[in-house]
């Protein structure tokens, strides 16, 4: 359990976030995690898991971000580089197509396989989760809303931050604020009031943050 774990933490450790909050993560860190010493074998597992994209008649595009970066070779030269932008399923393929005799790929498999499904949740199997399956699941979606709303917030030139959420939180609880909202649920300092919502509240504040 102890090296799932570790390994589970490597995986978020070299998750990216762009610009507008979407995650992704490079191939040339993933090489590492999964131990191929080599990128021209990695590469090799990349290309099969394109090609399987592509067979599941899913946009390669979509999921696989050719980019080209500059890295010093040594007294001050650079060489560009080749790596990828990978969506979550293109990790999830890479795994599958991955060398299944390493125990880390198996790791992989498992890992990135549950964190694509949590993803593609249906309607349906929403509503047979239980009460906190469903609220873990909406405070996920909420925090990666707060993030992509900041960074726009930021982007459009927002400066106090407390009063641009605070004017979401009354506008939603009749002109309450965060520490209104905090006192009257009864939290202590510096807990997120986030953390301690149903499901049904958290939902009408991702509206909020959408």
Known sequence: ???INKNNKSFEDIKHIDENGIEFWYARELQ?????????????????????????????????????????????????????????????????????RKKVISLAQTYFAVQTRKQEISEK?????TEDEKRFYQRDLARKGNYSLNQTAKKAGVKNFDRFHNSGYKGLYNGETANDIAKRKGLRCREDILDNMGSEELAANLFRIT
């Open 1 to 3: 359990m102890n090296e």
């Open 32 to 100: 590492v995690i999964l131990e191929y010493k080599e990128w021209r074998k990695f590469n090799g597992v990349i290309q099969k898991a394109k090609n399987s994209c592509d067979n599941s008649n899913v946009n390669v595009l979509d999921h696989f971000v050719e980019v080209a970066k500059m890295v010093e070779i040594g007294s001050g030269a650079h060489r560009e580089q080749i790596d990828y932008e990978l969506s979550r399923y293109a990790c999830y393929l890479i795994a599958q197509n991955g060398d299944s």
């Open 125 to 129: 199997e929403y509503s047979m989760l």
